[in-house]
């Protein structure tokens, strides 16, 4: 995943998906923290989308949102449900 322009690709993939709330990407370090509806959509499917884009994706961290929170001190992405789950995985092209 490098610059501008692949964040863009990989954002529209993932928020466009049914049961996404929001994502967080982090260019330099190559990462994207997804918060998503376990209900609606599953992280393999997710990470599978990028894949077929090009990009490399490994899941790292799958855990409720409320467990986030309270490792991270943040309240996640601006759309973000409580109801949601916070997966997060590496995706590099």
């Known amino acids: 995943m490098t610059g501008v322009s692949c964040k863009a690709k990989i954002t529209n993939v993932l928020e466009l998906q049914k049961g996404v709330a929001s994502t967080e990407l982090n260019v330099a370090a190559g990462t994207v923290i997804v918060w998503y509806d376990s209900h609606a959509v599953q992280p393999e499917i997710l990470a599978g989308n990028l894949t077929d884009m090009g990009f490399g994706c490994s899941l790292f961290v ?23 789950r916070c997966g997060s995985g590496c995706c590099v092209k």
């Open 62 to 84: 799958i855990m409720p949102v409320e467990k986030y929170m309270a490792i991270t001190g943040k309240i996640g992405g601006t759309r973000a449900s409580a109801k949601g």
